[in-house]
């Protein structure tokens, strides 16, 4: 275990590393959008938004594809903008499909939204330009290296002892 006087924390605290990482990230932007009156929004809402506004209305497997995460995810954070009055949710051509699309509420966000967007941007590409390595090339990596091989296989391969056997 790492005491306060070691170097910095190792591959053993990696989730808890990341989920301060995204705490502080997602946090300051959630600050700008106070700034321009914007409380409540949250940023992982922004590019389901800007993906509607920019294509139309998309099923959710579509925004779950152009968002770059999972049909679960995608339909969660769906809901949650139903919920929050941004988006409406219909049945598509196949009723299995759900297609969302911008209420006009959300409509009346997207300049300040899109002005946010850039800010971001920029100051994003700054903020990699001080690291060793940029910080979303290396998370791409990482994904693509988990989805190659999950780390539930590469803890049974460290400790087989500790995985139960499938069936």
């Known amino acids: 275990m790492p005491t306060a006087s070691s170097a ?12 301060l990482l995204l705490s502080l990230l997602d946090s300051d932007v959630a600050s700008v959008y106070e700034d321009l009156g914007l409380a409540g929004i949250r ?4 590019p389901y938004l800007r993906t509607l ?3 139309g209305p998309r099923s959710v497997q579509e925004l779950a594809a152009a968002t770059g995460v999972t049909h679960s995810a995608a339909s969660q954070t769906v809901a949650q903008l139903v ?6 949710v219909a049945p598509g051509a196949d009723a299995r499909q759900r297609v969302a699309t911008l209420t006009d509420t959300a409509r009346g966000l997207l300049p300040a939204l899109d002005a946010e967007w850039e800010a971001t941007a920029t100051a994003a590409a700054a903020f990699e ?5 940029p910080l979303s090339a290396l998370v791409g ?3 693509e290296a988990l989805g190659r091989r999950p780390l539930r296989e590469r803890i049974a391969e460290a400790a087989p002892h500790l ?3 499938a069936g």
Request: glycine share 8%.
């Open 53 to 55: 506004a920019a294509q």
């Open 83 to 88: 919920r929050e009055g941004l988006a409406t």
């Open 163 to 165: 995985i139960r056997p």
């Open 129 to 133: 330009a001080e690291l060793s390595y």
């Open 141 to 143: 990596e990482a994904i």
């Open 8 to 19: 910095a924390p190792g591959p053993e605290l990696l989730g808890t590393r990341l989920r």
């Open 43 to 46: 940023p992982r809402w922004v």
